[in-house]
């Protein structure tokens, strides 16, 4: 299956209009989610868990200039975790762009989420527990990538 692109605030409307409560893997490929380890079973659970973020960012930048893709990474050592991958839909317009929020990641870390951007050349810039802390990290990001990633 071909992935559609589609903005974040694309991807609330539909996961708010209940697009992604089936559990099939078409539904679930949908949703974003590209690569997994668990069983499909899992995904929606997944989902509706990494919802309770992506539902609640209100920067419009990020909202109208950036898609989303799922991964359920297995490491090799570690319990698995998940993975909001941050894309910019138009790459000339924002250049290096890309973020990452790991979440649950067990992997030298006692924090619920971390994030890395495309920018420190991927290493964890920031740790924490909280949604709320989350959300304030990518809504700094913002002008960073709004700013010093548009071609002007």
């Given amino acids: ?90 790459r000339k317009k924002i250049k290096t762009g890309s973020f990452v929020v790991n979440c649950d990641h067990p992997y030298k870390s006692k924090h619920a989420y971390e994030i890395s951007t495309e920018r420190s050349d991927w290493k964890i810039t920031f740790k924490c527990n909280d949604i709320d802390e989350v959300l304030d990290t990518i809504h700094q990001l913002t002008p960073d990538y709004g700013l010093l990633g548009m071609i002007v």
């Fill in 1 to 90: 299956m071909k992935k559609k692109y589609i903005t974040v605030r694309e991807w609330i409307k539909n996961y708010e209009a209940g697009k992604y409560d089936d559990s099939s893997f078409n539904a679930q490929c949908s949703a974003g989610w590209n690569d997994w380890f668990c069983p499909d079973s899992e995904l929606l659970p997944k989902l509706k868990k990494l919802a309770k973020l992506i539902t609640r960012i209100e920067d419009d930048f990020i909202l109208d200039n950036y898609t989303l893709t799922f991964y359920n990474i297995y490491p090799l050592d570690y319990p698995l975790y998940d993975q909001i991958f941050f894309d910019p839909i138009n």
